[in-house]
């Protein structure tokens, strides 16, 4: 028994010492093909450390020169530039007396033109005072004329017509006519009347029948509630007047302008028709 277990000690002991070494190899390998990657990789980065300190070198070296240049470049110009201002200095002496010269020619014709503006509202004003006196005599006028306004207003508010009624305002002209339109006080219907031919208006109708336009004077007649009444040798601006309707309402008919067979007019009738 003992015999056998000191067999199977001598068999595994060569094994183990296979396994280990084996496993020693292998590490050495290992570590020596991490050796060799490293040393490579450390190789890369100081060629790459190299070739970027080269080109630092490299542009240092072309901005040095740049700078140079530029330095130099700009010495020639401030040498360049100081003679121009030397000359600009010249220039703006000569352009400042010019200018000197020009604003006193400036203010002398501005005080010409200032004193002939004063001269040209002293006119103004004078004239002005006149205007205001001839403002105050058209007041007067004015006044004047309302005056005279108001008497014939009340002269033609007594005119009577032909029948001896006492007629209303009558107009003299189609201005006048539009500005009784407008007092609605009564209807007003205008008309122009030819010879020989019957118009209506309204809701009666007249014929003219003879026009003397020298002497202004006419002959018509005036057809309602069919019966006709003439109006016979009458001048311009004459009411003539006429009842008519259920409730004989009076009517005026006015002449105010006398043509050649024909005659312009206007028929009056109360609001109440």
Request: charge should be positive; proline fraction near 2%; glycine fraction near 4%.
């Given at each position: 028994?003992p015999?056998e277990q000191n ?8 094994i ?5 070494l ?7 390998v290992?570590?020596l093909?991490l ?5 490579s990789r450390?190789?890369?980065?100081e060629q790459?450390?190299?070739n970027?300190?080269?080109?630092s070198?490299a542009v ?5 020169e740049?700078?140079?240049l530029?330095?130099?470049?700009l010495e020639d ?8 201002v030397?000359?600009t200095q010249?220039?703006?002496a ?6 000197r010269?020009q ?7 501005l005080?010409?033109?200032q004193?002939k503006a004063e001269?040209?509202i002293?006119g103004?004003?004078?004239?002005v005072?006149s205007?205001?006196t001839d403002?105050g005599?058209?007041?007067t006028?004015?006044a004047s004329?309302k005056?005279?306004l ?7 508010e007594k ?5 001896g ?10 201005d ?7 007092r609605?006080d009564?209807n ?12 209506p208006v309204?809701?009666i ?5 003879k026009?003397?336009?020298k002497?202004g004077?006419?002959?018509l007649?005036?057809i309602?509630?069919d019966r006709?009444?003439?109006k016979?040798?009458r001048?311009m601006?004459?009411p003539m007047?006429?009842?008519t309707g259920?409730?004989?309402?009076l009517?005026?008919v006015?002449?105010?302008?006398v043509?050649k067979?024909?005659?312009i007019?206007?028929?009056s009738?109360?609001k109440t028709?």
């Amino acid at each position: 028994m003992p015999d056998e277990q000191n067999h199977q000690s001598e068999t595994q002991s060569p094994i183990l010492r296979n396994i280990i070494l084996a496993i020693a190899v292998l590490y050495v390998v290992a570590s020596l093909f991490l050796l060799i990657d490293m040393r490579s990789r450390l190789t890369t980065v100081e060629q790459k450390q190299a070739n970027a300190q080269a080109k630092s070198e490299a542009v240092e070296k072309m901005l040095q020169e740049k700078l140079r240049l530029t330095n130099s470049q700009l010495e020639d110009s401030l040498n360049t530039l100081g003679a121009k201002v030397g000359m600009t200095q010249e220039e703006l002496a000569k352009r400042t007396a010019e200018l000197r010269r020009q604003q006193q020619a400036s203010e002398n014709r501005l005080a010409q033109e200032q004193k002939k503006a004063e001269q040209a509202i002293a006119g103004v004003s004078t004239e002005v005072g006149s205007v205001k006196t001839d403002l105050g005599g058209a007041k007067t006028d004015i006044a004047s004329t309302k005056t005279d306004l108001e008497a014939t207003k009340m002269k033609l508010e007594k005119v009577t017509g032909d029948l001896g009624v006492q007629s209303g305002l009558i107009a003299r002209n189609h201005d006048e006519l539009e500005q009784l339109k407008h007092r609605g006080d009564r209807n007003y219907f205008e008309f122009t009347l030819a010879k020989n031919k019957r118009a209506p208006v309204s809701n009666i109708s007249l014929e003219l029948k003879k026009a003397d336009a020298k002497k202004g004077r006419f002959t018509l007649n005036v057809i309602a509630d069919d019966r006709t009444i003439e109006k016979k040798d009458r001048t311009m601006n004459e009411p003539m007047q006429f009842y008519t309707g259920k409730d004989r309402t009076l009517y005026e008919v006015l002449v105010y302008q006398v043509e050649k067979d024909k005659v312009i007019g206007y028929l009056s009738t109360p609001k109440t028709q």
